[in-house]
T-cell receptor
Framework: GDSVTQMEGPVTLSEEAFLTINCTYT??????LFWYVQYPGEGLQLLLK?????DKGSNKGFEATYRKETTSFHLEKGSVQVSDSAVYFC????????????FGTGTKLQVIP | DTAVSQTPKYLVTQMGNDKSIKCEQN?????MYWYKQDSKKFLKIMFS???????INETVPNRFSPKSPDKAHLNLHINSLELGDSAVYFC?????????????FGSGTRLTVV
């Protein structure tokens, strides 16, 4: 079945550092890929998405590129802020009829001033 | 206007009780979901309804019973609550059952069973 593997956290960075959170997936066909963010005490919010190979999703300074050859969708940001502290979830939606979104285990990011 | 709203936000109850969580979405989406998030933030899908029809029913104890009176509402009833049911329960919705535009989540219901 479909699966998503994320790097384990927590990831602790200083403000303005470069962020990479790794995500790889296993799926048949051509899934759609997502990053969600969960701030403390809140539900998940869609951060960005990519629906086909080589697509780049971007939002709020975050980017991720759908790499089919490496089955990866790594999240990057050039300069993190304290307000980016949250849990980040990589996810995929498979192909075919009724599909559930499969979430990774989440990576906690802590940005310190 | 909150897009996906869940009530209550917090629920503390004793073992053996029966409780319900309600969810409503005003986005006009066709598909709604219940997810359970444990203390390690792991998200597990429980149920999904598409236009009031149950389409995903994961391995969940039959003490959990979803009900969708219309496509804007999805409620979750839990019988004979157990300590292991303590978690945060999230409702979510999507445009359709493919979920390609992403999910919109509610803010969660933190259930504590004592």
């Amino acid at each position: 079945g479909d699966s998503v593997t994320q790097m384990e956290g927590p990831v602790t960075l200083s403000e303005e550092a470069f962020l990479t959170i790794n995500c790889t997936y296993t799926a048949t066909g051509y899934p759609s890929l997502f990053w969600y963010v969960q701030y403390p005490g809140e539900g998940l919010q869609l951060l960005l998405k990519a629906t086909k190979a080589d697509d780049k999703g971007s939002n709020k300074g975050f980017e991720a590129t759908y790499r089919k050859e490496t089955t990866s969708f790594h999240l990057e940001k050039g300069s993190v802020q304290v307000s980016d502290s949250a849990v980040y979830f990589c996810a995929l939606s498979g192909t075919g009829g009724y599909q559930k979104v499969t979430f990774g285990t989440g990576t906690k990011l802590q940005v310190i001033p | 206007d909150t897009a996906v709203s869940q009530t209550p936000k917090y629920l503390v109850t004793q073992m053996g009780n029966d409780k319900s969580i309600k969810c409503e979405q005003n986005l006009g989406h066709d598909t709604m979901y219940w997810y359970k998030q444990d203390s390690k933030k792991f998200l597990k899908i429980m149920f999904s309804y598409n236009n009031k029809e149950l389409i995903i029913n994961e391995t969940v104890p039959n003490r959990f019973s979803p009900k969708s009176p219309d496509k804007a509402h999805l409620n979750l009833h839990i019988n004979s609550l157990e300590l292991g049911d303590s978690a945060v329960y999230f409702c979510a919705s999507s445009q359709n059952s493919r979920g390609l535009d992403g999910y919109t989540f509610g803010s969660g219901t933190r259930l504590t069973v004592v």
